[in-house]
């Protein structure tokens, strides 16, 4: 259905940036915030079922990898998950946001929602950066 809504994008890339399109256009910014020393990870399931009953869903980083994650994973595009670190706190433990990269064809392409920025921006302030294929 969201792929249709789009036109039936005939590329993978532009299935890419149809599904990215779609989420940015539901995504609930500010965030949702996980309680202290908690994370809390929604399900896709949770995050389509808000979006169907209210057209709009809050989510936070990791929320927003497990939902694109998985609608590109259903039209078998390969992803990736980047986990940035930050060296603001001075911890180098400490990570900040994660996002994700898709395969479409050549090349990867960062998708990152809750920045609000156009598919393919990624950050230049990162300190530690671990890129994981699923």
Not at 22 to 46: A, F, K, M, N, T
Not at 58 to 85: H, K, N, Q
Not at 87 to 116: F, V
């Amino acid at each position: 259905a969201i792929i249709a809504s789009y036109g039936w994008p005939r590329t993978q890339h532009e299935r890419v940036l149809a599904i990215y399109q779609w989420y940015l256009s539901r995504l609930v910014i500010p965030q949702v915030r996980d309680r202290r020393r908690v994370e809390e990870i929604r399900g896709p399931d949770y995050l389509l079922s808000r979006i169907r009953t209210l057209g709009k869903a809050p989510a936070d980083c990791d929320d927003t990898v497990v939902l694109l994650g998985a609608l590109l994973e259903s039209l078998d595009i390969p992803i990736r998950l980047v986990v940035v670190g930050t060296s603001a706190s001075g911890n180098p433990q400490a990570y900040g946001p994660i996002y994700l990269k898709a395969q479409p064809a050549r090349g990867w392409l960062a998708l990152d929602p809750i920045n609000g920025r156009e598919a393919g921006w990624e950050t230049a302030d990162r300190s530690i950066q671990h890129e994981v294929e699923v």
